[in-house]
């Protein structure tokens, strides 16, 4: 299944620690698959508990949803000390991580740079449905505002525009990609709330 990744293609897919789930953007060289954590749960079990699932979905607001700690309704299945999510392929193996600076425009933090070699396959179906060009402009509307909640947070005022006006823009499209969730009105309610706030 690791064939299915091209090398040096960045893929949106879950991963799933001893108790949290994520999407995270993977890159595949060799037969490792490497990630980056930008703090929070998964990144602190990780540091306990190295050994983690990858899981694929087309299921845009899936992803959207857990990158954004909405609400979703997921069974699992596990042995060995791994975890997954019943129904949906992917890997598991144990994850070498360790602390990294990073810098951008939001400012200097430190990440952990993460990368398993699989040591299982997770057998899984995925629904026959492709990903539509709406559903792209919901992940990046949903990535856009985790960003915005960090640059308001920060006080970063020019930034936090241009993240703004990238979300409505994005959101034009989605509407005229034919997008009707209501996620995506959530996300755009929700940035112009953090604008209002941004000094």
Same mark, same amino acid.
């Given at each position: 299944m690791l064939e299915l990744f091209r090398e040096?293609?960045?893929y949106e897919v #879950?991963? &799933?620690t001893r108790s949290?789930?994520?999407p995270v953007g993977v890159v595949r060289r060799g037969n490792r698959l490497f990630f980056r954590l930008f703090g929070g749960k998964s990144a602190e079990e990780l540091k306990e508990h190295p050994y983690a699932s990858i899981q694929i979905t087309n299921d845009a607001e899936l992803l959207v949803k857990l990158g954004l700690n #909405?609400? &979703?309704s997921l069974e699992f299945e596990g042995a060995d000390g791994f975890r997954w999510i019943k129904g949906l392929p992917g890997f598991y193996g144990r994850v070498d991580a360790r602390e990294e600076p990073y810098e951008d425009e939001l400012g200097e933090t430190r990440i952990l740079v993460c990368s398993m070699a699989p040591e299982?396959?997770?057998s899984g179906n995925l629904?026959?449905?492709p990903l539509s060009r709406a559903d792209c402009m919901l992940i990046e509307m949903a990535v856009d505002l985790t960003r915005l909640i960090v640059a308001a947070d920060a006080g970063r005022r020019e930034l936090s525009l241009k993240l703004g006006d990238r979300i409505e823009e994005n959101y034009g499209l989605y509407l005229r990609f034919g997008g009707s969730s209501e996620i995506a009105e959530r996300i755009v309610a929700w940035a112009r709330e953090l604008?209002?706030?941004v000094p």
């Open positions: 040096g293609q960045v #879950l991963l &799933v949290n789930v994520t #909405l609400p &979703v299982g396959e997770i629904p026959n449905r604008l209002e706030r």
